[in-house]
């Protein structure tokens, strides 16, 4: 069963603050890795999914790269904005199991 | 444009008691998925549907039961509550499979059995 593991659990950065959040995972046979926000009391949205054949995807102010022979994706955000506050989660399929598997998310705080 | 609709938002169940929860989307998607949601772990997967009046079994489907009788709803049921299937519970849908289709969720339901 593939694990997906984020660390750190929580993260506090002033306004500005460029910033980077790690996920990793144990099994590299994935077709792709998928980045979600969360709000309190609220759903995930999603912000990038990267194909096992790519690199990295940008959206904006975000970055996902995803290194596959490691087992690692980071989440880069520039200029850090008190609206990006919310917990990030990362998800990995496997191959043949159909399923996404989450990390238990990082709690992003960004102080004006 | 609603996206995911989830309902109700809120719930408290005695053990035993049995309830139904309701996914509604509006995007045409084919897929469709239940979550669960638990303090400390990952959102782990319970059933999904690939379409129309199929489904299948996620991660975690035991006591749980599931139906998709029309291509916009999916619904989640539970027979005998029990407290370890206190969770917020998601719903999701997509277009195409896990493998290259991002998913659109529903704001939860907050299920608590006592």
């Known amino acids: 069963k593939q694990e997906v593991t984020q660390i750190p659990a929580a993260l506090s950065v002033p306004e500005g603050e460029n910033l980077v959040l790690n996920c990793s995972f144990t099994?590299?046979?994935?077709?792709?890795l998928q980045w979600f926000r969360q709000d309190p009391g609220k759903g995930l949205t999603s912000l990038l999914l990267?194909?096992?054949?790519?690199r990295e995807q940008t959206s904006g102010r975000l970055n996902a790269s995803l290194d596959k022979s490691s087992g690692r994706s980071t989440l880069y955000i520039a200029a850090s904005q008190p609206g990006d506050s919310a917990t990030y989660l990362c998800a990995a399929d496997q191959t043949g199991a159909n399923n996404l598997f989450f990390g238990t998310g990082t709690r992003l705080t960004v102080i004006p | 444009n609603a996206g995911v609709t989830q309902t109700p938002k809120f719930r408290v169940l005695k053990t035993g008691q049995s309830m139904t929860l309701l996914c509604a989307q509006d995007?045409?998607?084919?897929?469709m998925y239940w979550y669960r949601q638990d303090p400390g772990m990952g959102l782990r997967l319970i059933h999904y549907s690939v379409g129309e009046g199929t489904t299948a079994k996620g991660e975690v489907p035991d006591g749980y039961n599931v139906s998709r009788l029309k291509k916009q709803n999916f619904l989640l049921g539970l027979e005998s509550a029990a407290p370890s299937q206190t969770s917020v519970y998601f719903c999701a849908s997509s277009w195409g499979g896990l493998d290259t289709q991002p998913q659109h969720f529903g704001d939860g339901t907050r299920l608590s059995i006592l």
């Open positions: 990267i194909q096992s054949s790519q």
């Open positions: 995007m045409n998607h084919e897929y």
């Open positions: 099994d590299s046979a994935i077709y792709n």
